[in-house]
């Protein structure tokens, strides 16, 4: 037989008594129904407000978040009544109860049992419209400034760096401000310290009738879209250290590197003033595209903000130019040097294949690794380059010693243009990266070609790989010969010269 006492006397012991919960149990065994005492609310009678078994069976831990199932009633002073959906912060827990504050309606605090609650996530907040979970800092700023949305848009998001706490996002004419909102000890929400609200909405509510305190104003909820999606080459420029400067370009500054401090790469550091950024994108998508054993292999971008990274793979042993300049590349024989042209060649030939033109070729653009594996690096960026950056009137600044005369002269580029590059980059080659038309300006070495001047043939460099710089530098651009016909020619000479290969 259960045992019988006053109606009020069961939760008070099981309140007070809360160590006793054994011998209680066995008075008042769970499930028995006694209509002298009130029952508890039936979780049957809404199955998607039922709180799951593992919220009952394990008590909460203090400063977590509760939504109530149902209303409850407070018998004592010292409880606490809620209506269902009220939001709770648990400060401790007490047996079958919560010690919790109540987040909205009128704050207070007190007991709650833990059958009229179900523990709650960030989700709480989803009915409301300046609420968006699960999106990034960067995310919000493009909801922010994208054209839906104006001056004084504004959004609420978890904070990435702050576990339980939150941010506040808003558009400031073309840039977007962001405000910590910090959870108190009690459950409370602010943005500065002394200024406490029971819930992020009363938050809002003061803040945007007190707008000048935070300097810029709430005027509406972020206009709900889904955010634009980012590809998995897009990383955030936290994921990249940069190490040691390798060297200067046209389009920035290149470093060694490390990709979440432990993978070597090479970060191309792109220089905005000189780009055009407008165009990068396009032709990221163009260096996504490109897969070949003779080409630099692109890792990632950071192409949001700036600067522009472009992450690659690290070739350690840098440019061609330099490493045939120094003590290693100065003791290499003229077959090796001959499959630094075959590598390359190929290369060319994947871009011509696809109608890619390089526009920059030349050995400083091609990168060595330490199995002296050569790979064309930089195809396409040229391209982006600002027209008062890469012109005959900025003096040294374009590659006229490179440069095909029409590409010079009328900015006209093709895979020709290319191949009149390739025939200076095998002189660079075979010189063991002398610079080409030495002595000359670059006026003069373009009175020179037009007059039918050539680049004489380097000591080291084969005749018959003379007579195909020679035809790489034809003045008409039809007469030049493709990669394809480039790189076959010079297999065959490199397997002459050195009869081991295969």
């Not at 530098?473 to 010079?490: D, I, N, V, Y």
Request: aromatic share 10%.
């Amino acid at each position: 037989t259960r045992f019988r006492t006053p109606w009020n006397m069961e939760p008070f012991l099981r309140k007070r008594l809360a160590f006793l919960s054994f011998f209680w149990n066995k008075i008042w065994p769970a499930g028995a129904q006694d209509h002298s005492i009130p029952c508890f609310p039936d979780p049957g009678a809404d199955p998607e407000l039922e709180p799951p078994a593992a919220v009952l069976g394990s008590p909460p831990a203090p400063g977590q978040f509760f939504r109530a199932l149902c209303d409850f009633t407070a018998r004592y002073a010292d409880e606490l009544s809620v209506s269902r959906g009220d939001r709770l912060y648990a400060l401790k827990e007490e047996g079958d109860y919560i010690f919790a504050r109540r987040l909205s309606g009128q704050p207070s605090v007190g007991l709650v049992p833990l059958a009229y609650v179900a523990k709650a996530t960030a989700e709480m907040f989803a009915d409301q419209p300046w609420y968006f979970s699960g999106i990034s800092r960067t995310q919000a700023q493009q909801l922010l400034l994208s054209p839906a949305n104006v001056p004084g848009a504004f959004l609420i998001r978890p904070s990435e760096s702050s576990q339980g706490d939150y941010s506040l996002s808003v558009r400031a004419q073309a840039k977007v401000r962001h405000y910590r909102i910090s959870t108190a000890a009690d459950g409370s929400f602010y943005l500065q310290k002394g200024r406490l609200f029971p819930s992020l909405g009363e938050l809002l509510t003061y803040y945007k009738a007190n707008w000048k305190l935070i300097q810029n104003p709430l005027l509406q909820p972020c206009v709900s879209q889904k955010p634009p999606e980012q590809d998995a080459w897009e990383r955030p420029r936290s994921e990249f250290t940069l190490r040691r400067k390798l060297g200067k370009g046209y389009f920035g500054e290149v470093w060694e590197g490390l990709w979440l401090g432990s993978v070597p790469v090479a970060i191309k550091v792109i220089k905005s003033a000189n780009m055009k950024l407008a165009d990068l994108a396009k032709e990221i998508q163009t260096l996504k595209s490109l897969r070949h054993a003779r080409l630099i292999q692109l890792h990632a971008v950071c192409s949001t903000g700036e600067p522009v990274y472009i992450v690659t793979e690290l070739m350690r042993k840098g440019n061609l130019q330099a490493f045939l300049g120094s003590p290693e590349g100065r003791a290499l024989n003229p077959p090796v040097l001959l499959g630094f042209a075959c590598q390359v060649a190929e290369g060319m030939r994947y871009l011509e294949e696809r109608r890619i033109v390089h526009r920059d070729l030349a050995a400083r653009n091609v990168l060595v690794d330490d199995d002296l594996a050569c790979k064309v690096a930089d195809f396409g960026l040229a391209r982006l380059l600002k027209d008062d950056i890469y012109s005959p009137s900025s003096g040294s600044k374009i590659p006229v010693k490179w440069t095909a005369p029409e590409a010079a002269h009328y900015r006209v580029y093709s895979p020709k243009s290319d191949v009149w590059s390739f025939g200076v980059l095998l002189y660079e080659v075979f010189s063991y990266g002398q610079c080409p038309y030495e002595g000359m300006s670059n006026h003069e070495t373009l009175q020179q070609i037009e007059r039918g001047y050539r680049l004489p043939r380097p000591a080291a460099c084969p005749a018959e790989a003379y007579v195909l710089m020679l035809a790489c530098w034809k003045g008409s651009p039809e007469e030049r010969p493709a990669f394809a016909m480039l790189q076959a020619t010079l297999g065959t000479i490199h397997r002459r010269l050195h009869p081991t290969l295969t």
